[in-house]
């Protein structure tokens, strides 16, 4: 193999051992920049996802990363920035995950806001991935009968992930991951590169590169937000100053959904807690 890049640049060889102090200094780089909390002794993770990084930028160990991290933000550094954020961001994701909340919305939370709003509905799908979750929001919204002009938008740190999810073609397995045939058959079809999801549910969605730990003001105010299966990730401080300045985004008397696993944080006072059947989710108290 040529040890040679395209550029001329010598491809160096790459020591991917990672010492205690570049651990530390990933670790507190992650938590200041996106909210992510490793603990200690996750050495083994950050090799595991990192190491790919030091080959696409050409460094030739974690001590050059750690470097190059550290220095004043510039074009180069803060690619490589994003790059480390992106290696070591969960992107899992399924179709209609926690689907007794997707029956809550379909049907009681879009019709009660479509009465009540004449039809037009802002919702935020914070911490997106791949899309999954905003277009199950828009198919839920297809099958609401009446004049439901829904927005939703989808947002994620990850730029890498936010590319699969506006091409919204994805695989048989991503497919298989929590779609029944009649909504298969429904709203994708069968494409060279995959399964191309229908114009119908895709143009009731946008998406855009967002940090949660950024100001929430340009987005908007909303009537749904979703915020699943990212807060698990922050600080409990982190996660009582997102819900915080979510509820803040949020229409008075709108609804916020958690996972079915993950739980409102003591001290925040602005949701109430509704268990509606067998969902459960939060509702802005409306003062
Ligand atoms: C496990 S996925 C959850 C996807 C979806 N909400 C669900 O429940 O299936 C978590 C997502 O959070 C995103 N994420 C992590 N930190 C973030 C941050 N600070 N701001 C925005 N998104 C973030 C990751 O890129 C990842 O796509």
């Known amino acids: 193999m040529s040890n040679l890049s395209l550029t001329n640049t010598p491809v160096k060889k790459i020591n991917a051992d990672i010492t205690l102090n570049e651990y530390k200094i990933i670790q507190h780089f992650l938590n ?5 909390v490793l603990t200690d002794n996750k050495q083994y993770l950050v090799k595991n996802r990192v190491t790919r990084v030091l080959e696409q930028f050409n460094l030739a160990s974690f001590h ?3 470097v190059a991290i550290q220095v004043i933000s510039n074009a180069r550094n803060q690619k490589l920035k994003a790059a480390v954020v992106d290696a070591m961001t969960t992107n899992e994701t399924f179709w209609f995950r926690d689907d007794t909340q997707f029956v809550e919305l379909k049907e009681r939370i879009i019709p009660t806001l479509v009465a009540k709003k004449n039809g037009k ?3 935020w799908s914070a911490a ?4 999954q979750e905003p277009y199950n929001i828009s198919m839920c919204a297809e099958e609401v009968a009446g004049n439901c002009q829904i927005q ?3 947002t994620d740190i990850s730029d890498t992930i936010l590319k699969e999810a506006k091409a919204a073609v994805y695989s048989e397995m991503a497919l298989s991951r929590g779609l029944d045939e009649k909504i298969r058959k429904r709203f994708f079809q069968q494409t060279e590169q995959g399964y191309q999801l229908t114009r119908k549910v895709t143009q009731k969605v946008r998406f855009q590169q967002f940090n949660l730990l950024n100001s929430y003001s340009g987005l908007g105010r909303f009537d749904i937000i979703f915020c699943r299966n990212v807060l698990i990730y922050f600080s409990d401080e982190v996660k009582r100053d997102i819900l915080t300045r979510m509820a803040s985004s949020l229409e008075p008397g709108g609804y916020i959904f958690l996972s079915s696993t993950e739980s409102m944080p003591s001290g925040i006072k602005e949701f109430e807690v509704v268990r509606d059947g067998k969902a459960r989710y939060f509702q802005k108290t409306v003062k």
């Open 32 to 36: 200041e920049s996106c909210g992510i």
């Open 64 to 66: 050059e990363l750690t």
């Open 121 to 123: 509905i802002k919702v």
């Open 128 to 131: 997106c991935s791949s899309g």
């Open 152 to 154: 939703i938008i989808g």
